[in-house]
Every structure is written in structure tokens, then in C-alpha cells.
């Protein structure tokens, strides 16, 4: 067992089995939970339940769309609407099972209902254990845009069960290993040199090095929030790649994976480093290659550039008319690019569609 302090606030543990002990983890005093779940985890899910009302909990168990079709306000309001019909209070707690888009919503309704009652995160994706569940940003998308709408609600506890894992398809753990080369980029180069010592190991939870990816991501994670939760600066870096990684998710209506999107958003941030004269090129090739070692994309179809700008424009980093980007001026050195030129804008757009 594995165990990361969120800077002595919260507990993310990191251990086969781990889900089945929530009941631990909920606190004194609760008499209702609400045990959050995609259909593609119901078993889990109810196994989540069962083991809360075990503990003589009231536990009710509620499937929600799967993938970005539960981050919506009308599934949002639909919970809220469950919570009140069966009298949830500010001791009582919502418990979200599932993938960063299920631990998004529960943690969002969680933050709302009553303006804030507990909740306890059980990611089942590479993704959500070592991003979305730790942390406390939650939220929805809205038509105009990702994660429009949310709020900073740190969970009471994260319990990443690697059992779990056991069942995620290959793309999808793949597309959470973007957000852990990310912390690599961005704080953590160990990482990197863990991933290109064997890229294929990489791909799999069942690889020598794959605990120790989950805990140093989760460790980057923790180490930023806990410095500066609401992201009046610092937490900034752990955006590195979703300007450009956002505005693809919306200009596919959300059918691209969100790691799949953050990779290429990544390389194209370091194209836009080095047209800005900020990052080597040597660096920038490193992006592709540790990216493609995984399979992860690195290259986006060309003449989407107005959907794209405009997209980014709705960017939570930008302030007024000044698009601003988390870039590297190496690795392990990030810094913000304001303003950036149309020139360099469109130069890194050509770059990544190449
Ligand atoms: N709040 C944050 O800090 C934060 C950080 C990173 C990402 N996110 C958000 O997380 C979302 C992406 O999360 P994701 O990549 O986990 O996607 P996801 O939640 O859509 O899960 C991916 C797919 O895997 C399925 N699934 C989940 N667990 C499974 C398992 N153990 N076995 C089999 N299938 C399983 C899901 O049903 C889904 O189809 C995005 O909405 C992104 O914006 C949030
Ligand atoms: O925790 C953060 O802060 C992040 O930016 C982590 C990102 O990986 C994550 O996708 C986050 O949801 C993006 O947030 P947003 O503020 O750009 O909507
Ligand atoms: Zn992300």
C-alpha cells in the first residue's frame, strides 16, 4: 500500500482492494451516501454500496452516462433532485466510482448540493487515480465549452484500487499515461526517463514501473494543489497542454479521448515554446517521441484553426483578449506564455498538422 498526503488536508491511497474499504474513509456521523457510478461500472458500483450498508449506511446507487455525457447540467441536476428526495444533509456524503468524468460530476454535485457536503473519490482509470479524483477541481461542460461550469471541492479521501485496472481498456489507460508524461514535462523528469526505459511496460498496470508512475504522478498533483488550490498561479502548470487539448475535445464534440487530446495539445504548446523562441527544438522532438513510444498522438488534421482559436479564447488562463499558455523553457522549467503572436499561434498549428 501506497499512501499520498495532499498536503496533510486529505489521503489519496494507492491499493489493490482498496474500494472495498469506503466505509472507512467516510467520517463520523453519516447516515446517507450516494454512490456515483457510470453503467460500464455498476458491478463495482454496487459492490461500493453494499459495503457501506455493511456499515448500517443508507447507501443508494446511481448510474449516470458514460464518458463526457455525464458532465452535463441536466445529469447534474438529476442527482440533485435523487439527494433530495432522500433527505440528504451536510453529513451525509457523495462517493463517485468511475473515470475522471464521473469523479468530475460527483464531486461538482457534491460541491453544490446544500453549497458543499463531502465526498469521497474511487477512480477506476489511470486518469482519475493519478489526475481528475485528486485535487478538488470539479465540473461540467456546458455547450459553449469544457469545464465551464465548477467549482474547487477537495474530496475527504481518494482510494485508487489497482484491481480496477484490470478491466480498463487499453486506450483508455493509455490516454491517462498523457497526464502522467505531463507531470513528467512539467515538474518530474524521472518519469520520462521511466517511460522511455521501456515504453511498452508503460502501456500496461501490470509493468514493473507502473506503480511507481501512478504515485510519482499523484505526487506532482498533490505537491500543486496543495500549494495553491484555487490556481491563482501556480496550479496553472498542471494545464500544461489543454488549450489547444480542450479546444479539440469541443471542436470533436467530445468523442476524442481527454488524454488522447492533452498529448497533442502538449506537443502543440511545445511548438509554440520553440516559434516563441522559450524551448529547443531537441525538447520539443522529446514531446513526440515519448508520446508516440506510448501511442498516444501527437498530430492533429489540419483546417479546424478559426473553430480552434475561438475555442481557446474560452480558455480559463486567458484574461481579457490575452490568450496566455503554460510552456517549457526546458523540462521541468514551466513558465506562461502571454499573448503570443497570430504568427506563432498558426506557425505551431502548422507544426502539429504536418
Ligand atoms: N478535475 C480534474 O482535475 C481533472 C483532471 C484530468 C481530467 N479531468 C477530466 O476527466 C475526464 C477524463 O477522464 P477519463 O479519461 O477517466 O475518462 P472517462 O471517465 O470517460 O472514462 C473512460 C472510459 O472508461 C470507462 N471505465 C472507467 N473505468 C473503467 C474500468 N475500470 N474498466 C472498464 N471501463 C472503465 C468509462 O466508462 C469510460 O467509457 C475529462 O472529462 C477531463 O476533463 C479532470
Ligand atoms: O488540476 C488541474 O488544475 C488541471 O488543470 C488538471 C487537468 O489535467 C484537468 O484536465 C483539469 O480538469 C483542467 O481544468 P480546466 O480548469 O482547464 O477546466
Ligand atoms: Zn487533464
Request: glycine share 10%.
Amino acid at each position: 500500500m501506497s499512501v499520498v498526503s495532499v498536503g496533510g488536508d486529505y489521503e489519496v491511497v494507492i491499493e489493490s482492494g482498496c474500494s472495498r474499504r469506503v466505509a472507512d474513509v467516510v467520517g463520523d456521523g453519516v447516515q446517507r451516501a450516494l454512490v456515483v457510478h457510470p453503467d460500464s461500472m455498476r458491478g463495482v458500483g454496487e459492490r461500493v454500496t453494499a459495503s457501506l450498508r455493511d456499515r448500517g449506511i443508507d447507501a443508494y446507487a446511481v448510474g449516470v452516462p458514460d464518458a463526457e455525457d455525464a458532465k452535463t447540467a441536466v445529469v447534474a441536476a438529476e442527482l440533485w433532485a435523487l439527494l433530495g428526495r432522500h433527505g440528504f444533509t451536510r453529513t451525509d456524503v457523495i462517493v463517485g466510482v468511475g473515470g475522471g468524468t464521473v469523479t468530475d460530476l460527483a464531486g461538482f454535485v457534491a460541491a453544490t448540493w446544500l453549497r458543499g457536503v463531502p465526498v469521497i473519490q474511487v477512480p477506476t482509470t489511470l486518469l482519475g487515480m493519478v489526475d481528475a479524483a485528486v485535487g478538488g477541481k470539479t465540473g461540467i461542460n456546458t455547450a459553449e465549452g469544457k469545464n465551464l461550469v465548477g467549482s474547487f471541492h477537495p474530496p475527504r479521501a481518494v482510494l485508487c484500487d489497482m484491481d480496477v485496472l484490470a478491466t480498463l481498456p487499453r486506450e483508455d489507460y493509455v490516454a491517462g499515461l498523457a497526464e502522467v508524461i505531463k507531470c513528467g514535462f512539467i515538474v518530474d523528469p524521472v518519469i520520462l526517463d521511466l517511460v522511455e526505459s521501456d515504453p511498452q511496460g508503460a502501456t500496461t498496470p501490470d509493468s514493473p514501473h507502473a506503480l511507481e508512475l501512478i504515485e510519482r504522478a499523484i505526487r506532482v498533483k498533490a505537491d500543486v494543489v496543495s500549494q495553491d488550490l484555487r490556481e491563482s498561479s501556480l496550479r496553472e502548470i498542471l494545464n500544461y497542454g489543454h488549450t489547444f487539448g480542450h479546444a479539440i475535445e469541443q471542436v470533436e464534440h467530445y468523442r476524442r479521448r481527454h488524454g488522447e487530446a492533452v498529448a497533442i495539445g502538449m506537443v502543440y504548446a511545445a511548438e509554440l515554446a520553440c516559434a516563441a523562441g522559450v524551448l529547443s527544438r531537441e525538447v520539443v522532438d522529446r514531446h513526440r517521441a515519448v508520446l508516440s513510444s506510448v501511442g498516444l498522438p501527437t498530430a492533429y488534421e489540419s483546417g479546424h484553426w478559426a473553430r480552434l482559436e475561438t475555442a481557446m479564447r474560452r480558455d480559463k488562463k486567458t484574461r481579457g483578449a490575452l490568450l496566455r499558455f503554460v510552456v517549457l523553457e526546458d523540462v521541468a522549467r514551466p513558465v506562461r506564455l502571454e499573448g503570443p503572436t497570430e504568427e506563432q499561434l498558426r506557425t505551431a498549428y502548422a507544426a502539429v498538422s504536418a
